[in-house]
């Protein structure tokens, strides 16, 4: 390991200070490509909370920064099934955004049995369950569940997608 | 019309058969995801909002009554069961707790937990029917100064009074506040932070970013620290009190009562502060010290009061004053401004019965709690066994409808998980996540309490000091400010405490 990743190892939080200084300069420049003319029943005008926010978001990078580099560190949350001793295990949270996206890819062309099927299956096997044919039929059972719980319930139409006619 | 008649007024609409089903509804779904671990009351509320889009304003915020208690009560069941608390006002109870079920005595723990909650509901939920008009008429004569004044007293205190470190609290507040900015410009109509996307001219849907940030970044981040071996819960029978049990529990509510009701109406009071006098004072006068730190009754009793009557105090500012100081309180907001209600002084004038329903209902919610609770709470037990993987898949499942229930529009799903991911950065690094959401509720309010103060004015920025209310409240938030500064100093000045809290209970640490 070179002495370069050695330094930056821990420091991860330095990324947090990262975003915090990147949406202050966004939300300056955005607030700062206004255009409005003085208007006397509006002295504030549209700007100056932008820049107030910016300005907050900056000095908390920079403080924020300050405070890693001197050794600072934000508590990881707790919980009932948090355990923290093991590192971030991106096997199980990538395979489960992969399962989020599919669904906003799916849920208006194929409408949302299907769609929330393959969310559903796709998070209980990325989360570890092995009991494929099994969650297969809790995962359609679910969809179609909510499917016509929401319309005939609620009044809310779910998109019903290629299933049009058959639903 | 006065709070007597008004009040019977709401019970007449909350006890209409179908009324009194959604509170039925309302409490056993509230308790049966707020036992869910994993899942708080704020988090619950959120992902029930959309079931209730369907109904009627008034059937809704019935319904929301008992998920308000029923989450909470559930919230207390998973500590004491499972010792891990999900969120900070049940650390002190799992404390006692747990150790109580441990020794076999989950029944009577889950009693008092029960009863408490119940006599600490009543009375809190009394309290805000005689507070809420009182702050009311008192409000009224507020001016813009004034509210811009609480709001900004309400957001500097939560993020600088609860949480370990206030410089990740003003962190996330920034955050908050950014992402409130999105959308169209109410005043001059001028479009920030949508760089040109239509579909954001609207701003976030507080619906979405609530769910987002609870729901999906709490389930992302469980995910990805998923306890191998899951925690064992302690199975249990029907909840019930010997004489002693009565006899040591009664106090410890009424004094939890008389701790949790003032912290919970002031903004950034909350329920952490209450609920650990609660316990340090019980621990004080208990005839029976030695048991404290294995199982005693008192120490359960005293902070699940003082955890219910917090949870009925805060919805006093909510009511009378448009202000949320809790996550819970936040969602309930969210979930009146998307009815098109207007939160503030007014809302007791413009939408009288409707307030009136919601705080009888609290009543009938919390009566409901207990009859219903007590028989099923071995049932409730079983939920914990619940296998992990579904659990979290379900929570990603119903977060994802019922964002996507609000628009039908697949690019809130998009937001959903951008916010997500956001949510779970923030737990990675301890960001506290209530100022986030307050920002965003309450930024666009305090701006458009600027913007009106200074059109008074004329653009004098004298014109924000221009109330003594408002003078008296930058004096408080002076000192909020300050606060931190002056305690380092008299500490400096005084030998270290030792900490009254046990090492492992998890309670936040407060110093900077």
């Known amino acids: ?167 | 019309m006065d709070v007597w008649s008004s009040l019977m007024d709401g019970f007449a609409t909350a006890l209409t058969p179908m009324n009194f089903m959604y509170a039925v509804i309302g409490v056993i779904l509230g308790t049966a995801v707020g036992v869910l671990p994993g899942l708080g009351p704020a988090m619950t509320v959120a992902l029930l909002l959309p079931v209730t889009y369907a109904l009627e304003p008034t059937s809704a915020f019935i319904m929301f009554a008992g998920i308000y208690y029923g989450g909470m009560y559930g919230g207390s069941t998973t500590s004491i069961l499972l010792n891990t608390p999900g969120e900070s006002s049940s650390v002190v109870t799992a404390i006692e707790g747990n150790k109580m079920a441990k020794a076999g005595r989950a029944a009577q723990a889950l009693a008092t937990a029960a009863i408490g909650s119940f006599v600490a509901g009543t009375i809190g939920t009394a309290l805000l029917a005689v507070c809420a008009p009182i702050v009311v008429k008192f409000a009224v004569s507020l001016g813009a100064p004034s509210y811009f004044a609480i709001m900004v007293l309400a957001l500097l205190a939560v993020t600088a009074v609860l949480g370990s470190s206030r410089l990740r609290g003003f962190a996330s507040l920034g955050l908050g506040l950014a992402i409130g900015l999105v959308g169209m410009d109410s005043v001059t109509g001028q479009r920030r932070l949508t760089f040109g996307q239509p579909l954001l001219a609207d701003g976030l849907d507080i619906v979405v970013v609530a769910v987002a940030i609870f729901a999906v970044g709490e389930a992302l981040w469980v995910a990805a620290h998923l306890r191998r071996t899951p925690l064992h819960a302690i199975p249990v029978g029907q909840p019930w009190m010997g004489r002693s049990d009565w006899k040591r529990s009664w106090k410890p509510w009424l004094r939890g009562t008389a701790f949790g009701f003032p912290f919970g109406a002031l903004p950034a009071g909350g329920a952490e502060i209450p609920t650990f006098l609660s316990y340090v004072t019980e621990k004080r006068l208990s005839k029976h010290p030695e048991e404290f730190g294995k199982g005693a009754i008192e120490g359960v009793a005293g902070p699940e009061a003082a955890n219910n009557a917090a949870a009925a105090g805060t919805l006093t500012p909510m009511l009378a004053l448009g202000l949320p100081t809790n996550a819970t309180a936040a969602v309930m907001l969210a979930a009146f401004t998307s009815y098109g209600i207007q939160p503030g002084p007014q809302l007791f004038t413009s939408q009288g019965p409707l307030v009136w329903a919601l705080i009888a209902s609290l009543f009938i919610g919390n009566f409901l709690l207990l009859i219903i609770n007590l028989p099923l709470a071995p049932m409730w037990a079983k939920l914990l066994q619940l296998p992990r993987p579904y659990l979290y898949a379900g929570i990603l499942f119903f977060a994802t409808l019922g964002a996507y229930s609000v628009n039908l529009q697949a690019f809130d799903l998009v937001i959903l998980l951008v916010l997500g991911a956001l949510g779970f950065m923030m737990r990675r690094f301890g960001l506290p996540v209530l100022p986030l959401i307050l920002g965003v509720i309450l930024g666009p309010r305090i701006e458009g309490q600027l913007r009106k103060t200074l059109q008074l004015s004329a653009g004098d920025p004298a014109g924000l000091w221009s109330e003594p209310i408002a003078v008296g409240i930058y004096v408080i938030i002076g000192l909020i400010l300050l606060w931190p500064f002056a305690y380092k100093l008299i500490r400096r000045n005084r030998p270290k405490n030792s900490p009254l809290l046990p090492a492992n209970s998890g309670a936040a640490d407060y110093s900077d």
Do not use: Q
């Open chain 1, 1 to 167: 390991m070179t002495s370069l990743t050695t330094g930056l190892k821990g420091r991860a939080e330095l990324g947090v200070s990262l975003l915090l200084g990147a949406a202050g300069v966004l939300v300056f420049l955005d607030a700062n490509g206004l255009v409005t003319p003085y208007s006397k029943s509006d002295p504030v005008g549209p700007k100056t909370v932008p820049f107030i926010v910016a300005g907050m978001l900056v000095v908390c990078a920079v403080l924020l920064a300050i405070n890693v580099l001197r050794g600072g560190k934000g508590e990881a949350e707790g919980g009932e099934d948090v355990d923290l001793e093991h590192p971030a295990d991106w096997k199980t949270i990538l395979p489960l955004a992969g399962a989020f996206i599919l669904n906003i890819l799916l849920v208006d062309w194929a409408g949302w049995v299907i769609s929330g099927t393959v969310l559903f299956w796709g998070s209980v096997l990325a989360l570890g369950s092995r009991h494929y044919v099994r969650d297969g039929f809790i995962s359609v059972a679910l969809s179609l569940l909510t499917f016509y719980g929401f319309y005939l319930g609620l009044g809310i139409a779910l998109p019903a997608g290629l299933l049009e006619g058959i639903l």
